[in-house]
């Protein structure tokens, strides 16, 4: 297997700077809807959970056999699930204060400043985050099958364009600068990129294609984590069950159908 680390490195700071095409949709609508959050949070998860069991775990069994697989699925599990509870999350409560973009909004001293707090914590929590999706996104592009690593890099860029969007409005109705939302949520997706490197440092001297097919199924577990455990729930509480539920089939569905085209 050729180890393609440029293609790698490059594939992830394309991924984590995507957040900025979700500042950028926040920036242009006027008045947008969690309602439309709530269909991207959906489509994220629907992406990221076909692409970990159809690609990453399915390649992992292929190639490193069913139980180490599974050993490195569940350990993604796990290392993901210890760095969840090391991150803050009083940002949650607050954020579910926010009914709807269409609502009043408060515009008092007090008010303004708790939404600059949901926007600065939910910016900080998606950075922590966005350093083993870095990872993510390094593996993929490290295998050396460019088509595979793009699939990789495309289902992680879209999952970060909500969580720009999800970090730039509150700080946008905190401050009333869409250059400041914009700025938050673009730092926050530098992260992606910097994860990648310290990933790249920490196993270039390692880099093997068994621990390369190891880390497809450890990643594959984070993705699971990351989207059982963030996206679907913030999905259903911006938008209930059935538009969470119809981004999730649709995000199935497109990744299926482009699957099926590169094969």
């Known amino acids: ?11 992830a700071t394309l991924a984590g700077l995507s957040t900025g095409i979700g ?15 709530a269909v991207l949070l ?12 159809a690609e990453l ?11 180490m697989a599974n050993i490195a699925f569940f350990v993604g599990i796990g290392f993901i699930a210890v760095l969840d509870l090391a991150v803050p999350h009083s ?25 600059m707090r949901i926007g600065q914590f939910t910016a900080l929590g998606i950075a922590i ?16 099958d460019v088509s595979f690593g793009l699939i990789i890099a495309t289902a992680i860029a879209i999952h970060n364009i909500p969580e720009g969007i999800s970090v730039s409005i509150p700080i946008f109705y905190a401050t009333g600068s869409r250059k400041k939302a914009f700025f938050y949520s673009f ?5 992606e990129p910097v994860g990648a490197l310290i990933g790249f440092a920490i196993l270039f001297p390692f880099l093997s294609p068994f621990l390369i097919s190891s880390l497809l199924a450890f990643v594959a577990g984070i993705m699971i984590y990351i989207s059982l455990d963030e996206l679907l729930p913030a999905a259903h509480k911006y938008g209930g069950e059935h538009l969470s539920l119809a981004g999730l089939l649709a995000g199935m569905l497109i990744m299926a159908l482009s699957l099926f085209m590169l094969h």
């Open 187 to 191: 730092m926050s997706g530098v992260a």
């Open 57 to 67: 775990f399915k390649r992992a069994i292929d190639e490193v056999g069913f139980g």
């Open 1 to 11: 297997m050729e180890i393609n680390v440029g293609f790698a490195l490059m594939l």
């Open 129 to 144: 985050h966005n350093f083993p999706e870095g990872l993510v996104t390094f593996v993929g592009g490290a295998t050396g």
């Open 91 to 115: 940002y949650i409560a607050e954020e579910s204060r926010i009914h709807d973009f269409n609502s009043s909004v408060d515009t008092s001293l007090a008010s303004r400043a708790k939404l």
């Open 23 to 37: 500042s950028s949709i926040a920036y242009f609508i006027r008045k947008p809807k969690y309602s439309y959050l």
């Open 42 to 53: 959906g489509f994220s998860a629907g992406v990221m959970i076909y692409i970990s069991f």
